[in-house]
């Protein structure tokens, strides 16, 4: 007899009050969310009261849900976000007098890569577009087999194989990255194998009492956890929506880590967090639609009388040393001012080995933080006879005239592999890191956050790469051309800019405008250099500050000036400079996503 479906029993329970598909609904899934606790928190008993605290949550829901294909996926989600909940309370402080018994629970024998994986897995696995994340949780979590998988999320087996082998994938090259080669097939063996305990006899009776009263009957800190998550949940949702709202009047790209400094005499008497902390950051779209990027982020803590100092590597954006503008660390909380525009409030744990912010980033104690490969100098990408691919290549992406330019410079390594770096030049993003899949005449780029991708041929002649650029789904034709790298620096214009009066253009200068979001104002620096050419005409390269991904210095596309009115755009950003040069000051506004801002530059440095 075919089981009822999990939308059928959630009808059931939300139109008709029925007890027993809700005690149903909590014996499928118990052992799931149990499992998911107990991996984040590492305490049988509070991985207990978490469990009970996710099925309340889900019978306040149920309505909501009742027509959810993969409810196992949104009981993951819900469960790490009750976890990432618990750290703000005092019960996390008991955490690592249960370490021990979890390592041992964990280390179940049966796969030797479980030890590697499981500190990153659930954050992965959150990571995958929603479809793939429904995949993974059905087929390893909860030990359904790919029939089962494919009803419950209204596929075909055969289809169903496919999303669990294309997700399998998207694991297996994220552990590749963090030092972890194995295959797919003993990925999918240690998640099946270790992924799931089972979850106490009588917890499902519990939980299914206490989530019927829809949490009436819960203790007070059962209660203080449910809304908390409630709140954590709706912040979510929150937060999501305000970046999406800021993001057209931002550069295209990636924001990443931006910190502001408050000193504090008074740390001198909390944990010490000096040392190096490595997590994962989201970072918004993927390669195929639905799919999200991330970046390796290693924060690293120093302290200086008493005062707290960082600097960050984004490890897969190739930005090292970012110095941060600050630290407020105020034990447990700590605060990181990810931009002018988003500050994240994060609690560190007791023993000082993890810190767990908003969102469900976590940054983690280590000793061996990955590293960024240094970047390319001329010499490791100079054309080789013996290497059809080596080499500087130009192109667009898109094949307009207009279409945004994009630079490669591929290099062989000693074992016959590729690496590269992708220069987007026009955004202010160069030396992305990059992988290379080169099976001739087949190429593949694959930016290191995978955000992005070239993938196409190499002609005959070694000369040409034509294929498509993908991202976020969809595939813009694009063609690039091998290039003489010395001789285009070697043919750059002299660029002059020193100045004998103030009312010249030509100079460094800087400036900033206030961006409002919602009640908060934000500052955004700029530092603009404007160079006078050999021929008289001018030409501008401007910095964006505080956008830490995007914040190489972009040339403008466009340059006029009628003294004393000036214009300088960025037709690839979006952004354009009106204003006038007038008693030693450009005075005018910022034009970008349909708003205007007062914006002023001054003078900066010498002449």
């Known amino acids: 007899m075919q089981p009822t479906d999990d939308s059928v029993l959630l009808r059931q329970y939300a139109e008709n009050h029925s007890d027993e598909a809700f005690a149903e609904l909590v014996t499928r899934h118990v ?85 590697a994986i499981v500190p990153w897995l659930d954050e992965v696995v959150a990571g995958l577009r929603e479809k793939d994340r429904q995949a993974i949780v059905l087929r390893f979590y909860e030990g359904r087999n790919l029939r089962e ?93 305000v970046v999406a709202g800021v993001a057209i009047l931002l550069t295209t790209g990636t924001s990443v880590v931006v910190m502001e400094t408050i000193h504090s005499a008074r740390v001198a008497a909390y944990p010490d967090i000096q040392g190096a902390w490595e997590g994962v ?83 983690k104690r280590t000793t061996t933080p990955a590293t960024i490969p240094a970047p390319l100098v001329d010499s490791d990408f100079a054309p ?26 591929i290099a062989g390594q000693a074992d016959g592999t590729f690496r590269a770096e992708m220069d987007n030049p026009m955004q202010g993003a160069n030396g992305q890191p990059a992988s290379v899949v080169c099976n001739p005449p087949e190429v593949k780029l694959i930016l290191m956050t995978e955000s992005g991708m070239f993938q196409g041929e190499l002609n005959s002649a070694n000369t040409e790469l034509t294929g498509s650029w993908v991202q976020g789904g969809v595939s813009t ?20 800019y020193s100045y004998a009066s103030r009312n010249d253009l030509q100079g460094h200068w800087k400036g900033s405008w206030i961006l409002p979001l919602g009640k908060v104002k934000v500052r955004i620096r700029f530092a603009l250099d404007i160079a006078r050419l050999p021929d008289g005409t001018f030409a501008a390269m ?13 040339p403008a596309s466009d340059f006029q000036y009628e003294p004393p009115d000036m214009r300088m755009e960025w037709k690839w950003t ?26 002023v530059f001054e003078r900066s440095g010498t002449k």
């Open 281 to 363: 950051m989201p970072l918004g779209g993927g390669i195929a639609k639905g799919d999200s990027s991330m970046t390796r982020i290693v924060l690293k803590l120093s302290k200086n009388n008493g005062v707290y100092n960082a600097t960050a590597d984004a490890i897969d954006l190739g930005r090292k040393d970012i110095p941060a503008d600050g630290v407020v660390y105020k034990y447990p909380t700590l605060e990181i001012v990810l931009s002018p525009r988003t500050t994240y409030h994060g609690i560190v744990n007791a023993s000082a080995t993890e810190i767990t912010f908003e969102g469900s980033v976590v940054l």
């Open 149 to 241: 998988v494919g009803l419950a999320l209204g596929l075909s087996e055969d289809a169903a194989e496919k999303r669990v082998n294309r997700a399998l994938e998207k694991l297996r090259n994220f552990f590749a990255k963090h030092g972890v080669s194995s295959t797919t097939a003993t990925i999918a063996g240690a998640i099946s194998a270790n992924s799931v305990q089972a979850a106490p006899v009588a917890l499902a009776k519990t939980a299914t009492a206490v989530a019927i009263t829809k949490g009436a009957a819960a203790s007070g800190s059962t209660l203080t956890l449910i809304q908390g998550a409630l709140k954590l949940m709706a912040w979510t949702k929150a937060k999501t929506a």
């Open 31 to 115: 052992n799931l969310v149990y499992s998911v606790a107990l991996r984040h928190i590492g305490n049988p008993h509070n991985a207990e009261e978490i469990t009970q605290a996710v099925f309340v949550i889900l019978a306040k829901k149920a309505a909501q849900l009742r027509h959810a294909k993969a409810l196992s996926s949104w009981l993951f989600q819900v469960t790490r976000l009750t976890a990432t909940n618990f750290v703000r309370s005092e019960m996390r402080r008991h955490r690592r007098e249960e370490e021990a018994q979890m390592r041992s629970i964990l280390n179940e024998p049966g796969s030797e890569v479980w030890p």
């Open 574 to 599: 979006g952004g354009a400079f009106e204003g006038r040069l007038k008693n030693g000051k450009l005075t005018g506004a910022w034009l970008q996503g349909g708003g205007r801002f007062s914006l």
């Open 542 to 554: 401007l910095a964006n500050l505080d956008q830490w991904g995007n914040s190489d210095p972009i």
């Open 477 to 496: 034709p694009s063609v690039f051309k091998r290039a003489d790298y010395q001789a285009e620096r070697a043919s750059e214009p002299v660029k002059d």
């Open 384 to 409: 080789q006879k013996d290497s059809a691919l080596q080499g500087y290549w130009k192109g667009t992406l898109g094949t307009k005239p207009d279409s945004l330019p994009l630079n490669w410079k």
